[in-house]
């Protein structure tokens, strides 16, 4: 299961505004720069950010987006719910399920799909934007940082 381009560039942009915090508006060229995001995917998951309540939008040229809460009330769970909708590996164990299987009281491999969404649930909301900055600082303080080979 994959999540799409919209939730890891939305959690980079949240994560880059956490670690922003408290310094006002960022300019939306800022992050797309740093993040090496385009500024015009950004601007759409900005909106939807922004409907979530997630994020704050300033005009002008002090202008900008901050996160609308502090760092540590916002989980990673809140962005991919704002981006994709639904936490669940499958329709059938939507909130609405029943709409979507009539199997739903018959089906043993629907009580898997159950324990997985739980189990994404359970991480994604137990983590905050102020866990990740943590973890970045620390990164940036070791010099530790991630290589990948192929």
């Known amino acids: 299961m994959?999540?799409?381009s919209r939730t890891e560039y939305g959690v980079k942009a949240m994560l880059?505004?956490?670690l922003?915090?408290?310094e006002g508006p960022v300019p939306l060229r800022a992050i797309a720069g740093r993040q090496s995001v385009s500024e015009h995917y950004l601007e759409?998951?900005?909106g939807a950010l922004r409907k979530a309540g997630l994020v704050a939008s300033a005009r002008g040229a002090q202008g900008g987006y901050e996160?609308?809460?502090e760092p540590g009330?916002?989980?990673?769970?809140?962005?991919v719910r704002a981006l994709e909708g639904p936490i669940a590996p499958l329709p059938c164990v939507e909130e609405d399920g029943r709409a979507h299987c009539d199997e739903i009281a018959r089906c043993v491999a629907r009580?898997?799909?159950v324990r997985l969404r739980s189990s994404m649930e359970e991480v994604l909301d137990s983590t905050t934007f102020a866990d990740l900055c943590q973890k970045a600082l620390q990164q940036r303080n070791t010099g530790d940082s991630f290589m990948y080979y192929i």
């Open 44 to 46: 759409q998951l900005m």
């Open 67 to 69: 996160l609308a809460r």
């Open 16 to 18: 880059d505004l956490a």
């Open 2 to 4: 994959h999540f799409s």
């Open 111 to 113: 009580t898997v799909w």
């Open 20 to 22: 922003h915090y408290g």
């Open 73 to 79: 009330s916002i989980t990673v769970g809140d962005v």
